[in-house]
């Protein structure tokens, strides 16, 4: 499935992407294969998103789709069907935090 | 025509990196940059011997560690490994609060390239350990011996965190590599860091229950005179201090000093027993006494010191240089440059006897490395 993505600044800037990114995420989509893809199409995301160590998000990092925070829903829940049909993007975000 | 010399200072703030670029005569700076704009860049430093190959250490609180390196001395950067793996035992250590925390890798305060292999370059991080690079960067395993070491356990944070943040090699190829940590002490291994030991007799230290204990010191800058190895010096929490024996035994060297507080502290390259510090007033007073930004140079080895304050504020200034922040380059005469937490890189050209601020505003500045190309 073609899932749409959009990056914070930071993460943009480093893998030097646009704002959103398109990934061929298999079947089922959930944010583990998602963030799989992602890392697995942009390596130089790895550990910025997830921690290398643990694989869990990282504290500052947020997840929101169709205006709900998906950030402390399981890793290996599926994703709603409007993300994964490509109609609506998943966000990550760096929270809100600092100067 | 005479060969050009050229100076280029590798900067880490806060926001960003920047590299400054000067003639020999070190009068006439230009400034690139900001590199990784918006990321923390604690240090950024090149590789002695290759002085194109350059680390730095990119981070964030959000987004986690990244290293950049280049092979074109800061022309463009590219991604290294990022993945700094303890090793098993992970085990604890002590929080500010006496309760026990899991060693966690929290980002990379200092890299130290090799004195003469550009793929080797060791990285000091938060929680404190030491990792080593073969492969310039490509991928980094831990130097376990120094974490695991007995006292371990007992090592606790300093106010910025429980970090390696120095790390000196012994130019003479014997092994010899120094570490120092906030707030454990300094550690010294003699076997190419597979086995460390601390090195902090005759340290005082009226912060902790025990003041000379053999760890516990927050000791927040060290560094070698290149010409007598076994000469070292080190800017402690409070205390300027010496070493002629490789750090078995240490002595303090403040003497007139208005403040022995501060966290730089460096020796000339080709002088040695010339020793530069900056006095800062207090440990919650993060500013130069009488608001007048002096630093403070000794010929003597230590005990007796001269400010140097031509071309340096010397009212109302209420800056900071952080320990990473003051190099020294090797021409002669050498250069000495320095940057503050308000943003201001300043430089003499004459070791110290007169000073110019180069570049001013740019964001808090974190280090500061001087390298000859």
């Not at chain 1, 990092?61 to 709900?68: G, P, T, W």
């Not at chain 2, 002629?244 to 390259?269: K, M, Q, R, T």
């Not at chain 2, 380059?329 to 320095?338: E, H, I, K, N, W």
Request: with cysteine.
């Amino acid at each position: 499935m073609s899932i749409r993505v959009i990056l914070p600044q930071h993460l943009r800037n480093l893998a030097k992407v646009p704002k959103e990114v398109v990934l061929n995420v298999g079947q089922p989509v959930t944010m583990s294969s998602l963030l799989d893809t992602l890392e697995e199409q942009y390596p130089v995301l790895k550990g910025t998103i997830r921690d290398s160590s643990t694989s869990l998000r990282r504290p500052y990092v947020r997840f929101f789709a169709l205006e709900a925070d998906l950030s402390n829903q399981d890793f290996g829940d599926p994703l709603p069907d409007l993300v994964v049909t490509g109609e609506e993007p998943l966000i990550i975000l760096g929270a809100m935090a600092g100067g | 025509m005479g060969i050009v010399t050229a100076v280029r200072l590798l900067v880490g703030t806060k926001k960003g990196a920047f590299i400054a670029t000067s003639d020999e005569r070190r009068r006439q700076w230009s400034l690139k940059g900001p590199f990784f704009g918006g990321w923390e860049v604690y240090h950024i430093k090149g590789s002695p011997t290759d002085p194109s190959r350059i680390y730095a250490s990119q981070s964030t609180g959000w987004f986690g560690q990244i290293v950049q390196r280049s092979d074109n001395g800061g022309e463009s950067f590219y991604t290294v490994d990022n993945q700094f793996a303890y090793e098993d035992p992970v085990g604890s250590h002590l929080f500010y609060d006496g309760t026990e925390r899991g060693f966690e890798f929290k980002r990379v305060w200092h890299f130290e390239p090799d004195l003469s292999d550009p793929d080797l370059v060791y990285a000091g991080a938060e929680d404190a350990a030491i990792f080593k690079s073969i492969d310039g960067g490509k991928s980094w395993g831990e130097l376990s011996g120094l974490r695991q070491h007995a006292t371990g356990q007992t090592w606790q944070p300093g106010a910025g965190g429980l970090c390696l943040h120095t790390i000196v090699m012994d130019p003479r190829s014997n092994g010899r590599i120094f570490g120092a940590i906030s707030a454990a002490g300094v550690f010294r291994s003699d076997d190419w860091g597979s086995s460390w030991r601390p090195i902090n007799r005759g340290l005082l230290s009226d912060g902790i229950p025990d003041p000379d204990a053999e760890t516990g010191h927050c000791v927040h800058k060290i560094a070698m005179d290149p010409n007598r190895p076994d000469t070292l010096f080190m800017q402690k929490h409070w205390d300027v201090m010496r070493s002629d024996d490789a750090g078995e035994n240490w002595y303090e060297i403040s003497g007139d000093l208005p403040s022995d507080f501060g966290f730089v502290i460096g020796v000339h390259p080709h002088q040695s027993d010339t020793v530069y510090v900056i006095p800062i007033s207090s440990d919650y007073e993060h500013f130069p006494p009488d608001g007048r930004l002096r630093v403070y140079r000794s010929t003597s080895g230590g005990g007796q010191w001269e400010p140097l304050t031509k071309g340096l504020p010397q009212s109302n200034c209420y800056v900071n240089v952080l320990r990473d922040a003051m190099d020294i380059d090797d021409l002669d005469p050498s250069g000495v440059y320095f940057g503050t937490t308000s943003g201001d890189i300043y430089a003499s050209a004459d070791s110290g006897d007169s000073w110019e601020p180069i570049f001013s505003s740019l964001p808090a500045i974190y280090s500061v490395e001087a390298q000859r190309i």
